[in-house]
């Protein structure tokens, strides 16, 4: 990334976890840190959780769909829980790389009246 990359040409972050699979995939991954971080606390054994994002372009268009994968695993006191849950969500690529749910360039769909 360039050092050049203007701040209000990066992905939103929080945006993108407002959005990511309908706004739920944010909820999914607080539960998963808290369940696994208490699970934690009980056995006091390591747990894990892993999010993984992976892009793919969407035909010619300027869109990719954005696979997001959650895995967790939460120590039992006899062995340990594994889930894995991946849904996906399309994106816009705008400007620098800049990922939004609606695009930027959105034209105007009606006509102003004089």
């Known amino acids: 990334m360039s ?3 203007e701040r209000t ?17 944010a909820t999914k991954f ?3 840190l ?3 971080a208490l699970a934690i606390n009980y056995t006091r054994k390591q747990g ?12 010619e268009s300027s869109q990719v769909m954005i ?3 959650l895995k967790y695993v939460e120590p039992k006191l006899r062995g340990k829980v594994i889930e894995e849950d991946t849904t996906s ?4 690529v705008g400007a620098h790389g ?13 006509a102003e009246k004089n």
């Open 3 to 5: 050092i050049t990359t």
């Open 48 to 59: 894990e959780v892993t999010l993984s994002l992976k892009l793919k372009p969407i035909g």
């Open 98 to 110: 800049k990922l939004t749910l609606i695009p930027e360039t959105q034209q105007q769909l009606f």
């Open 34 to 36: 808290s369940d696994v």
């Open 30 to 32: 607080a539960k998963a």
């Open 89 to 92: 969500t399309p994106m816009y």
């Open 67 to 69: 696979d997001h994968t």
């Open 9 to 25: 040409s990066l992905t939103d972050l929080e945006h993108l976890f407002e959005v990511a699979d309908g706004g739920i995939l």
